[in-house]
């Protein structure tokens, strides 16, 4: 007998938009401040490809990314007459997240929100939708779809709370790449790593879905050959956390990822500069880019960052670490926040000392932000220190989202946008690139 047919609708709430609108406006004149942003925003959702994957034959499946919409689009989705729509939200567009998912529950049709916001605050999720996925989704999603077919769907979800949704790299499936019109995008998706091990008060992605996991090189190497079936010389980025933790796995990694024709860019702490041979492998992959997140521009602003002090002990070893990891013609853009209660306003000369000392060739400022599901989260909560009762929209990086300690709220805007202002002129951020070109140059020449 054949098998009903079911459709879902999956829906990634791409795009971030910068509450701040005084920021707004120095930004958009500012090259190289909205660009990490544009590229974040432009990426394809890896968890709802992968949940495609997992979707039974009886089920059609459509991908639907909305940034900017309109009622026609809504109306569109809901003409399709989805059995279900999922929808995968970061915190900073959740409240719209949860308006369009009540507007199609208005309509009779179900709606399932997965992503980090919901796996924080389920409670929160379940005034908005049907059901809630807390955690990773891949293992869950089966039983969900299988519960949408008997008119069971239960509220929530979770393999934070059970374990037989634990899932495990072993039994991974390739993401459903063929659903993405490929010439949309200018980057795609790969996890090869998921969490991390080091515990940062602010970090949310490090375990808010999963504890760290690798996954195993020969389903890397079938991911990757799926990713040049449809696109001949792809750019990857890495949905990874912390990509280079385990440097013997790495290895492998980098091994294979040099015998394919394409560029790359992945997260890492500063650990990847202390091993000559992984910078070696590295530059052989064709990395471009790696992204490290070294916080803060002093060591004592560093004690606390992470539970066992790993990055105030590696301090003194930043600027050298930079200039080691792009002597191998690796590009470092180098992360630094600003707010913590460490502190003072002093931070901002430091941070722009720092920056004009080094030779990071890209560089990322974003204010400290208490996302659900972090230490920092609890703690501003617990101190009655959070601003704006659920205003998610502001969960930017860009925006000011607590009452800081050493600073009011428009002090820390203020000199936040002046910074900003400063380490992203025009001539700063053509200077940062002619540098890191001629530390090209000098690599070419030491190899003739
Ligand atoms: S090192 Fe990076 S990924 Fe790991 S916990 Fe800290 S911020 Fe998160």
Redesign the pocket.
Known sequence: MKKKQYKVILISMSGVRVYNKKLLEVGLTLPGFVDRSKVIASLPSLGLLTLAAYTPKNWTVIYKELDAYTEDDLANIEQEQPDLIAFSSLTARINETYKISRLFRSKGIKTVIGGLHVSALPEEALNYADAIVQGEGELIWQQLLADVEHNALAQLYSSLKNKKYIYHFDDTVIPRYDLLDISKYNRITLQTTRG?????S??A??RTISSYKKKPIAQIERELNKVFEIWDKPFIELAD??TFIDKKWAKDLLKLFANYNMKWFT?S?ISLAYDDELLELLSKSNCSQVLI?F?STTANSLKGI?RTNW?FKQFDKYLKAIDKIQSYGISVNGCFILGFDSHTKEIFKETEQFITDSNLSEVQLTLLTPFPGTDLYKQYKKENRLLNNNLWEKYTLFDVTFIPKNFSVEELENEFQALMTKIYAEEVVKKRKSIFRQTLKNKILSRQ
């Open positions: 991390c091990p080091l515990h940062c602010f970090c992605a490090s956390d912390n997260e702490d997140g916080e992470d990055k």
